[in-house]
């Protein structure tokens, strides 16, 4: 995992689960990580417990100020990016009749458009350095609908996938590398934090057993961001799920 040495890492959704074990794991590996989620103070206990160079920038993702700013600190800081890990995302769960325009709207912003802008403020100093890594955190919902009553949550990460196939496409042979990490159930907030999450109480404990920790589907991202393949499963159990979903 020493390839993440040294590098300037920006991680979106690092006030919990997967975003703040990917700072963890970067961290440790002797990384500088860029922070960044709305609950400052959460970012804060994140960064308190790094051991290496953190910068700690609270923004919403959905504002196009908040892009800037994640952009124009680390770069000003650090002088570049290596790698852009848009990491913050939303579930949402219902039936589809009674997802309305508003939610549906909110879940395309956080998980969809927040990624592109983002990307596009940062990819322009990658492009002029001839190298650096986007890695968008799909799901194996953005490969097959993987379950009942998430409609817009895996039309979301479809479309999250799409984005990341079309760009790394259009950046062959700029050195700009474009990852799409599929994970499945990870035990985290997710859960609680998503659009309609009451419906989840008392859903996610029948599959609290079958969830990859936080920890290991940061672990297998890092493991994974020099290789050449754009969609891929950061552990064995998306990986294994997905053959059994392939069709759906
Ligand atoms: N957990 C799973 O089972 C699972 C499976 C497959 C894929 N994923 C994907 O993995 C990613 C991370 O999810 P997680 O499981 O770690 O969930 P989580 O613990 O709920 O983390 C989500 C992160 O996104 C941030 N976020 C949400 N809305 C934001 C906004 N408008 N602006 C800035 N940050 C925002 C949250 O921070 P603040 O609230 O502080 O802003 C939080 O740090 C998501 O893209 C998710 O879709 C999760």
Same mark, same amino acid.
């Given at each position: 995992m020493s390839h993440i040495q040294d590098r300037n890492v920006i991680i979106t959704g690092?006030?919990?689960g997967i975003g703040a074990a990917l700072a963890r794991v970067c961290s440790v590996a002797g990384a500088k990580v860029a922070l960044t989620a709305r609950r400052a103070d959460r970012l804060a206990a994140v960064a308190r417990d790094l051991p290496g160079p953190t910068l700690v920038i609270p923004a919403d993702v959905t504002s196009p100020q908040g892009r800037r700013d994640i952009a124009r600190r680390t770069l000003e800081t650090?002088? *570049?990016? @290596?790698v852009l890990v848009n990491n913050a995302g939303l579930g949402a769960y219902g039936p589809f009749l009674e997802t309305g325009p508003e939610k549906w709207r909110t879940l395309f912003e956080v998980n969809v458009f927040a990624a592109v802008f983002l990307t596009q403020e940062v990819l322009p100093s990658m492009l002029a350095r001839g190298r650096g890594t986007l890695v968008n955190l799909a799901s194996i919902g953005g490969l097959a609908? *993987?379950? @009942?009553?998430v409609t817009a949550y895996v039309a979301s990460k479809h479309a999250l996938v799409g984005f990341s196939r079309g760009l790394a496409r259009d950046l062959a042979g700029t050195g700009v590398r474009v990852k799409a990490a599929c994970p499945h159930l990870?035990?985290?907030e997710f859960f609680e934090a998503g659009?309609?999450?009451?419906?989840?109480r008392g859903e996610v404990e029948r599959f609290r057993s079958f969830m990859d920790s936080p920890e290991a589907v940061a672990r297998g991202i890092i493991d994974r961001?020099?290789?050449?393949?754009?969609i891929f499963f950061p552990t064995e159990k998306p990986a294994r799920a997905w053959a059994g979903l392939r069709d759906v």
């Open positions: 690092a006030s919990s650090w002088g *570049h990016v @290596d609908a *993987h379950s @009942d009553s990870t035990d985290t659009v309609g999450a009451e419906l989840m961001l020099d290789d050449d393949e754009v």
